[in-house]
């Protein structure tokens, strides 16, 4: 019975390593009998081309070493085996993802292999092996595992419900109702006591294991009882030191600024000193007469005392030229700059003068035609006002009668829509009705491919070697041919080798004849010899001097009339100076005479006015 066991952990072995994304059933399928043959079963545990990706469940017996061939018998065992399960491994896939699902939450992935390897048992192989052999293989494997596997498995609730089902979707009802639900509900109370059986054993163990345990008596701890803590000395207070107080200088002036308000009022004090002497001074030697004669000696000792009575007066805003003699140092760019300034300056004086000529002055023809475009404008908003509301009306009888066409638009497609919506449920079922029919015909033909799978896999194997034997002739094919090709290369390099050095071992001259006049006569364009090149060189280098020599007496004469130009704008500039220097001269002598005779006028009616006081009380 333990054989069995053997033969169910290698099938374990080989499930773990089969990759269903890269590996092919058929050729996995023939590694595997292959490595079982008597000879090369250790050597295949050891170099095997698919590493083990799990290892074995910790609750497992231990392996026993393997033993170094296995009887056909068991060979047969384990191939058959291991190809029912690569064969329904769907089907094994929906009970197993299920159970780890619902109550293997805390079960391994590692035993995955494992329950596939049990539910395929259960289904395919109980009627053929017998109940005692399964229940020997039962017992053979972890018994926790098993249990709760086969009660997930064997409940009737989960056969009759979801697991007929799923497998209803990949075989017809029918055959999965027949062949495999009925033989499980048939073999479901022999099964649920074997459980109860080895679920019994498992707990009368567990409960021996657990009153021949030992249990931990605590002890107390030795603790050390803590010293009183020390009340801690008080740190001293630090002393500050006593901080110096602010100076006086920061509440008062800089002497600095002390000294200038001085300057300041020593300098206001004396303008109004020079202000009250200009005053009194003023127009001393032109001083107004009476209008009739001669000033007389009365009146001058009349006016003495007034003269001498200080007067202060309001002193005229005086305006400062400076002369246009001045040197100014310029540069060119500020030359040029003010010369195209007063030359503007004059050109649109000259135009001015130019427009008053012709007549330009004349504003009453603008003014009509301002009026007339303005006229013109007020009709032509009026127009286009009347234009946007007719516009407007158009506008909205348009949209009332797009409105009534989009409705009518929307209520025809509503009716076509519902005609195509009518049309494509009919299509709809007439497809579904064909793809009934094509999985009805698709799952015949899949039970008449299933009941040939053997002879296509022989046919397979044969046209693979048939496959490999062409490609070992091939490649031997390529590989007499490139050796041909090598010897011939060989043969190639080794003359060629031997004709370099015939010619290496023929003498031949040193020294060289060399003629600078010959040309070499290698059919170029433009080929010379040695002398005509050095002549044409010593050419080339005499014109680029001579052009060297005009392009700075180019430069020369540029800067020369450049220079000129600069100081003939300087002529124009200073002529233009002196012309605006001397009309605001002109100008300002102007205002100053008209002033002058303004007070003039003043004066003398003053005199006036003060003599004929005098004269009157006399009389």
């Known amino acids: 019975m333990s054989y069995y066991g053997r033969c169910i952990e290698i099938v374990i072995e080989q499930l773990d390593k089969f990759k269903p994304e890269k590996d092919s059933p058929e050729l996995f399928l023939e590694a595997v009998s292959t490595s079982l043959q008597p000879g090369t079963w250790v050597q295949g545990r050891e170099h095997s081309p698919l590493p083990s990706r799990v290892s074995r469940p910790a609750g497992s017996r231990s392996a026993r070493p393997p033993s170094p061939a296995l009887s056909p018998q068991k060979q047969a065992f384990v191939t058959e085996l291991l190809s029912g399960c690569l064969k329904y491994r769907k089907l094994l896939a929906i009970v197993v993802d299920a159970f780890y699902v619902r109550d293997g939450q805390l079960c391994l992935w590692a035993d995955y292999s494992l329950f596939q390897v049990l539910c395929y048992l259960a289904t395919f ?18 018994a926790g595992k098993t249990c709760k596997f086969l009660r997930f498995f064997f409940s009737t609730l989960n056969l009759c ?111 109004e000193e020079l202000l009250l002497l200009a005053n009194r001074e003023e127009l001393r030697c032109a001083m107004p007469r009476p209008h009739g004669g001669p000033p007389t000696q009365d009146s001058k000792q009349q006016l003495r005392p007034q003269s001498a009575l200080p007067r202060i007066r309001k002193t005229p805003k005086l305006t400062f030229y400076r002369p246009d003699h001045v040197p100014v140092k310029l540069n060119a760019a500020a ?11 004059v050109e649109k004086e000259l135009q001015r003068v130019d ?20 006229a013109k404008d007020r009709a032509e908003q009026l127009a286009m006002s009347e234009c946007r509301r007719l516009q407007g009306k158009l506008s909205h009888e348009e949209a009332v009668l797009a409105r009534q066409h989009v409705l009518q638009e929307n209520k025809q497609k509503a009716d076509q829509k519902k005609e195509q919506t009518a049309e494509l449920m009919l299509q709809c079922a007439e497809r579904r009705l064909r793809e ?13 491919a299933q009941k040939n799978v053997k002879v296509a896999q022989m046919k397979l194997v044969k046209s693979r070697r048939q496959i490999v034997q062409e490609m070992t002739d091939e490649s031997r094919e390529l590989l007499q041919r490139s050796m041909k090709a090598a010897e011939e290369e060989h043969r190639r390099r080794s003359e060629l080798i031997s004709q370099l050095r015939a010619l290496e071992t023929r003498p031949s001259r040193k020294g060289k004849l060399v003629d600078l006049t010959q040309i ?66 002109l100008r300002y002598v102007g205002t100053e005479a008209f002033k002058l005779k303004t007070q003039m006028q003043l004066l003398g009616t003053q005199v006036s006015r003060t003599t004929f006081c005098h004269v009157t009380p006399g009389n």
């Open 355 to 374: 427009k008053l000529v012709d007549g330009h002055g004349d504003i009453s023809e603008f003014l009509e035609w301002q009026e007339r475009m303005q």
């Open 161 to 271: 419900s979801w697991i007929k089902d799923e497998w209803s979707l990949i075989y017809t009802p029918a055959h999965v109702q027949e062949n495999w639900i009925e033989p499980l509900l048939r073999w479901q109370p022999e099964v649920q006591g074997l459980l109860d059986q080895l679920e019994g054993g498992s707990a009368h163990q567990a409960a021996l294991s657990k009153v021949q345990a030992k249990l931990t008596e605590p002890r107390e701890f030795s603790l050390t009882t803590p010293r009183p803590r020390a009340i801690p000395v008080p740190d001293p207070v630090p002393t500050v030191a006593k901080p110096r107080p602010v100076p006086r200088s920061t509440y008062q002036e800089p002497r600095e600024q002390q000294q200038l308000q001085l300057i300041k009022r020593s300098n206001r004090l004396k303008a």
């Open 436 to 448: 009934d029919r094509a999985m009805k015909e698709l799952a015949e033909q899949v039970a008449e």
């Open 335 to 345: 030359i040029l700059r003010e010369g195209a300034l007063y030359r503007r300056q």
């Open 520 to 585: 070499p006569g290698y059919g170029l364009e433009g080929e010379m010899s040695v002398a005509e090149l050095r002549e044409r060189l010593a050419l080339l280098k005499e014109t680029q001097k001579r052009e060297e020599e005009e392009r700075r007496d180019q430069i020369i004469r540029d800067k020369r009339t450049k220079s000129e130009e600069l100081l003939n704008t300087m002529e124009q500039i200073s002529l233009c100076r002196m012309a605006v220097g001397r009309t605001a001269a």
């Open 125 to 142: 192989q109980l009627d053929e092996l017998g109940f005692q052999l399964f229940c020997s293989i039962v017992r053979a494997l972890p």
